[in-house]
């Protein structure tokens, strides 16, 4: 960090909350608390908004995706917590969030000439849905001025064969759909209009048919089982409507059996989607320019709240009162040191573990979720991102594709999400598409076989000449791969510790939905439980006409 | 605009409608001082543009713009930029208008108005069309105003149909689409536009509403378009014979009014007083023009050169399924039985017209053998009795395919295709018997394809399936149980006439007079007629213990000369009505029906009146018993057309001494009344 540009010192030195990271929940609770009126600052080491929800251009992504993917040498000599003052000052160390990192470029001429063009998320695959709590928070914050999204146009679910089904997930889907034969659509309909007059139900309401306490409690599978759809569909409602991860028929791998109850309301957030902006073709919507809008959004409506904004700059340690062992403020790469109240950070940032042993326990009860934890048998992510020629299916370009478990390969625990995006969001040149995979893995090569196995079932790799003869009659149809990018996420959980609280890292899941209550909740933990932007009001919002485009607005 | 729940109004709203209506008000008073003073300054104009974007709904105000436009039109002088500008103008004023309240009629029209003035361009048209169905995809007045625009434009229907697909694409329930689609395809088949076959088109379209049937049962929009489709697949264009009387090949013994001695059990035996005996051609539609032009009767038999034709139906219309001759026999002096070839010939020359317009085109001819006997010296005194002196038909099934009448069906139509399309829709429809509609389609697609039946080994094979969904269907859906009761009924008379076997259970020789040949389908629990084309040799008829409400149909059995009716649901004589046509009745039991239980009985109101009757007051018992007449106006009207020998009326609310008298009065001639000689 020794090429830092000199900073000038922060005036004024003294927060109430100071928070690290500006990924989505940050962002959320920086925005959160400087509209309600405390005085906030927001730090980022990074050069860009967004942290780990941050889209970028091809060669920062890679740099990024390096530099945390290897725990970096202390950059000093470590010290042991100084004494100086009435304060503690306790070394952080950076934790590295990915591993098996591996990226190539097939045709770097081409991708050099346009490098810039890239907007690549490194969440990703990752859309919002229409009735996601995250534009719910944007509505209510005023965020949603920053942000233009565009409708992800269709979803299908594949297999081995190669063949891209669409998804029926509405009544004009199901009457479109030529997959499926009439009874399907009947039994598929019907289970519909149940999961609606659930929703619609009122208690003393006993006409409607209801969903009994029982199955609700059961397991979703079986529910479907019951209600006499047939394979193909339940695993569409399964891995490519309710989006779920695991096996639900195979009860030794999967890790989550979703009940009933749980089902119908990913149904319910599903249905809500579809219908809830006018202009928006489907259930999921994607922001014009990349998943780090989001964060980003958040950021500029809390800087117009007061928040004070400063990137480039990490925190290399904490300080503790030397008396009670409480947290009083960070110091920063500068070299400045800034008190606050509480402190909100990024799920990266760890005590080192050689500073743990010198201290105290009231000290060491402070930092408590600061210390590292082991990490043995918990899940992890495998995400993939490709750059591709052409587009997977003709005449789509932002589409959604689901492989549900075993789909594939006999040995795939768990599905595959894979998202395609086009230039018409802004994130990669005409002609060109940004591919996002994803699956839930026990183990970094577990994952990587699975992400590989679905490229291959949708891209053509650039092979060699000699093999091309024999190979050129399958693949013909298929996008060529330009650039790409595998590497294998940890998942990390936010963790409310009192003064100091860290945030969590992007989840598994395709949205928001998620992230943003944990979020929610956390924040109403750190900062007591007030309501968040509750006196927002958006103002009247100019409906501006753009091509495609979805206008979030309240309605 | 569909499925939105009604909200309550909130008290501001009720003000603020308060406040609209008091300027609307001052605005309206305004205006129709403008109308009547023939004002048509740019201010007054300006008023009723004001009025018509408040409420489009003032149709007035669309008239004084008409007058308006009129007058500036005929003060410009033919400047084509000022004729468009003003008409422009009136678009413009419409479309605000439209935006305010898209359904007004008003409006709707006074932009047909301005644009069949010409001058206007009709490319902005569709346009504003798309906006506004994309607003309310099933809103009739823009899909009539799309018609008519597109009958301005000529844009190619095919172009429409394909319209229509989008439009069912983005949300299947929408009448108006499926609706408009019917139309459209009518067209292009009966145009024969390329590639617009029947036999290519239809099952397409089969195949598409079953996309919208399966995914949502519930919704009624494609059924309706399945039906219109059912309806193309079963119909034929062109009028067919579907049965005479008496049949091809078939023999009969004409006689004298009386009875015959010793009458051949195998032949049927006709008496009648008048001499004549009717023919009875039966159509599958309504058909027009029967005359002796179209119907040629060769015959020995004398004085039957201009037959007169009569239609047979209740409206006095001159179109009807049942048209009926009365040949001559009658012989004046006493000879040796005598046997005589008639040959009926039809369709030789045009004339015979559906209602429809198509022509009853394939030439049709049958002939009968009529054996003319001597008049029997003893006439008919005594009663009929229902209980006693029945014999079963001797089935042999020789006798029966002399009475069961060929029919001309599927004679030169394109068969195979509609019964490959029923087979398959039968098929496909079975799947979805789980829900009311599937069951009652499945029966409907099951009785169309016995009717399409031809082949005498399979025919029949469905009605025990039919039977148990018009069953089944009247446990699921009570309110609808009528319905299904009726057509249960005419899929249990289907099946009794289905073939000879069966038809032969319900068969009988009534040796009490003249061995008639009575059909008994009592206690079966009808309430509804059918199949009577069938059964057009019937002499007597045995529908006691049923739940019968009227007796149409049976207008058809112009050989009927007795008729049980006891126990039914019979509610007035205007039920009867139908039997009026029956000529040759002589014995009419209606005891134990419900005639005058119901005081207050709506379908009187459905019949001609008294007062609407012309010829009624010359009648004799008018003028001596105007009171009763009043009184039994339904029961004078009915059985002063009949010339019956035996009735019971007994067990009716109605019968008592009064009407006993009354109806000695209207039918004189009576011999027996309620099971007694009148007098005795």
Redesign the interface.
């Known amino acids: 960090m020794s090429d830092l540009p000199p900073y000038p010192p922060l005036d004024p030195s003294n927060y109430d909350l100071i928070v690290v990271g500006t990924g989505v929940s940050e962002s959320v609770s920086a925005a959160a608390a400087s509209s309600s009126g405390s005085s906030v600052l927001h730090l980022d080491p990074n050069p860009f908004y967004g942290s780990h929800f941050a889209a970028l251009s091809l060669p920062d992504l890679t740099s990024f995706l390096h530099s945390n993917s290897v725990s970096p040498p202390p950059s000093s000599p470590p010290i042991p917590p100084s004494n100086s003052h009435e304060l503690i000052s306790v070394d952080l160390v950076h934790r590295s969030l990915y591993s098996s990192v591996e990226i190539s470029s097939f045709d770097s001429e081409i991708l050099e000439e346009h490098s810039r063009r890239f907007n690549v998320d490194l969440c990703g695959p990752r859309v919002v849905f229409c009735a996601d709590e995250s534009i719910n928070l944007m509505l209510k914050s005023g965020a949603n001025n920053y942000v233009e999204f565009k409708s992800i146009e269709a979803s299908f679910v594949g297999d081995s064969s190669g063949e891209l089904r669409n998804v029926p997930d509405s ?2 889907a ?3 759909s030529k997959s499926l034969t ?2 399907e ?2 039994l598929l ?1 019907k289970f519909f ?1 149940l999961v609606q007059s659930q929703l619609a139900k009122s208690d003393d309401d006993t006409t409607t048919v209801k969903i009994s306490e029982e199955d609700m409690e059961s397991p979703f599978v079986d529910f479907l089982t019951k209600m006499r759809l047939p394979p193909n569909i339940k695993s569409i409602i399964l891995y490519a409507i309710a989006m779920l991860d695991y096996d639900q028929d195979n009860m030794e791998t999967c890790r989550h059996l979703l009940k009933t109850k749980e089902g119908i309301d990913r149904l319910a957030l599903y249905i809500k989607s579809m219908g809830r902006f006018s202009n928006a073709l489907g259930a999921l919507i994607y922001p014009i320019y990349g998943q780090g809008e989001l964060p980003q959004a958040f950021c500029r409506r809390a800087a117009v709240k007061g928040c004070v904004y400063v990137l480039r700059m990490p925190i290399t340690a904490l300080l503790l009162d030397k008396e009670t062992g409480g947290y009083k403020g960070v110091r920063l790469a500068s070299g400045q040191e800034i008190f606050s109240q509480k402190l909100i950070l990024d799920p990266c940032i760890n005590v080192g573990l050689e500073s743990l042993s010198s201290l105290t326990d009231q000290q060491n009860e402070t930092l408590r979720v600061l210390v590292p934890k082991a990490m043995i048998n918990k899940e992890k992510i495998a995400r993939g991102i490709c750059v591709i020629r052409g587009s997977v299916k003709s005449d789509v370009s932002n589409a959604l594709i689901v492989y549900p478990p075993k789909s594939l390969f006999p040995e795939q625990l768990t599905a595959i999400r894979v998202l395609q995006l086009g230039s018409g969001l802004a994130v990669c040149p005409a002609d060109m598409h940004v591919l996002y995979f994803s699956t839930l893995c026990k183990n970094d090569d577990q994952g990587i076989k699975a992400l590989l196995s679905a490229m291959g079932n949708l891209i053509r790799l650039p092979v060699p000449e000699s093999d091309s003869v024999v190979e050129n009659v399958t693949c013909e149809a298929k996008p060529l791969l330009l650039w790409r990018a595998l590497y294998v996420q940890e998942l990390v959980k936010g963790e409310f510790g009192g003064v100091i609280s860290s945030m969590p890292s992007p989840d598994e899941n395709l949205n928001y939905k998620e992230t943003v209550e944990s979020a929610v909740k956390l924040y109403e933990q750190i900062m007591g439980s007030e309501e968040l932007f509750k006196e927002e009001t958006s103002l009247e919002n100019t409906t501006e006409e753009n091509e495609g485009g979805v206008e979030i607005d309240e309605n | 605009m569909h499925g939105r729940p009604r909200k309550a109004s909130k008290p501001e709203d009720e003000a603020a409608s308060a406040a609209k209506a008091v300027k609307l008000r001052s605005l309206q008073s305004q205006f129709m001082t403008y109308h009547h003073e023939k004002i048509y300054t740019k201010e007054a104009i300006e008023l009723s543009t004001k009025l018509l974007e408040i409420n489009p709904e003032a149709y007035t105000a669309w008239n004084y713009r008409k007058l308006a436009v009129e007058d500036s039109l005929s003060r410009i002088e033919s400047d084509p930029n000022s004729v468009k500008s003003i008409l422009d103008e009136e678009l413009r004023v419409v479309e605000n208008a439209l935006k305010q309240n898209f359904k007004s009629y008003g409006a709707w029209h006074h932009r047909k108005w301005v644009l069949s003035k010409g001058h206007s361009s009709t490319g902005n048209e569709l346009k504003l069309l798309d906006k506004f169905q994309k607003l309310d995809p099933r809103n009739f007045h823009a899909w009539n105003y799309r018609r008519f625009v597109v009958e301005l434009t000529n844009r190619s229907e095919q172009d429409e149909l394909q319209y229509t697909d989008d439009m069912i694409n983005n949300n299947f329930s929408n009448y108006s689409a499926w609706h408009n689609r019917s139309v459209l395809l009518s067209s292009l088949l009966a145009n024969r536009v390329d590639g617009f076959i029947p036999e290519k088109k239809i099952p397409d379209e089969y195949e598409i509403v079953h996309q919208a049937i399966f995914t949502d049962p519930d919704d009624q929009s494609g059924w309706f378009y399945h039906l219109w489709l059912l309806a193309q697949t079963v119909n034929v264009e062109s009028p067919l014979l579907t049965s005479s009387w008496p049949s091809h090949g078939s023999s009969v013994i004409l006689s004298g009014a009386g009875c015959l001695i010793g009458s051949p059990f195998n032949v049927i035996t006709f008496c009648s007083e008048t001499g004549s005996v009717p023919l009875i051609l039966y159509f599958d539609q309504a058909v027009g023009g029967v005359s002796s032009l179209t119907v040629t009767i060769d015959s020995e038999l004398k004085g039957n050169e201009n037959l007169v034709w009569e239609p047979i139906s209740n409206k006095s219309s001159q179109v009807s399924c049942v048209w009926v001759a009365r040949l001559k026999y009658l012989i004046s002096e006493p000879c040796e039985s005598k046997e005589y070839k008639v040959k009926v010939r039809l369709g030789n020359s045009p004339g015979i017209i559906s209602s429809r317009g198509f022509n009853f085109s394939t030439p049709y001819e049958f002939v009968f053998t009529a054996h003319v006997h001597d008049t029997a010296k003893d006439s008919q005194e005594r009663i009929v009795s229902w209980t006693d002196g029945f014999e079963l038909w001797n089935a042999q099934s020789k006798d029966l395919n002399s009475l069961a009448t060929s029919d001309q069906l599927n004679a030169g139509i394109d068969l195979k295709w509609r019964q490959a399309a029923i087979d398959s829709e039968i098929e496909c429809f079975r799947l979805l018997a789980d829900s009311k509609i599937g069951k009652l389609t499945l029966a409907r697609l099951l009785m169309a394809s016995e009717a399409m039946m031809s082949d005498a080994v399979v025919k029949g094979v469905h009605y025990e399936e039919i039977l148990q969904l018009y069953n089944d269907l009247m446990a699921l859906d009570s309110s609808h149980h009528h319905y299904y009761k009726d057509e249960h009924s005419v899929a249990f008379l289907h099946k009794v006439t289905s073939s000879s076997e069966s038809l032969s259970r319900y068969l009988f020789r009534y040796r009490g007079m003249n061995n008639l040949v009575c059909l008994r389908l009592n206690k079966l629990s009808l309430s509804r007629i059918a199949s009577v084309e069938k059964l057009l040799f019937v002499q007597m008829l045995d529908l006691s213990h049923n739940e019968l409400h009227s007796t149409e149909g049976l207008e058809a059995m112009q050989l009927l000369s007795c008729l049980n009716l006891s126990h039914n649901r019979i509610r007035n004589f205007s039920a009867l009505d139908s039997l009026r046509h029956v000529k040759q009745l002589k014995v009419l039991d209606v005891s134990h029906n419900h005639i005058g239980k119901h005081s207050v009985d709506t379908t009187r109101y459905l019949c001609s009146s008294p007062l609407s009757n012309s010829d009624w007051s010359q009648d004799d018992v008018r003028r001596q018993n105007p009171g009763l007449v009043t009184k039994y106006w339904d029961a004078y009207f009915v059985l002063r057309d009949l010339n019956l020998k035996q009735l019971d009326i007994a067990g009716n609310e109605i019968a008592g001494d009064e009407f006993n008298s009354f109806v000695l009065q209207v039918v004189p001639k009576l011999v027996w009344l309620n099971g007694q000689k009148p007098g005795n």
Do not use: C, E, G, T
């Open positions: 009544r004009a199901i009457f479109k009439l009874l659509k009947n309909m209009k």
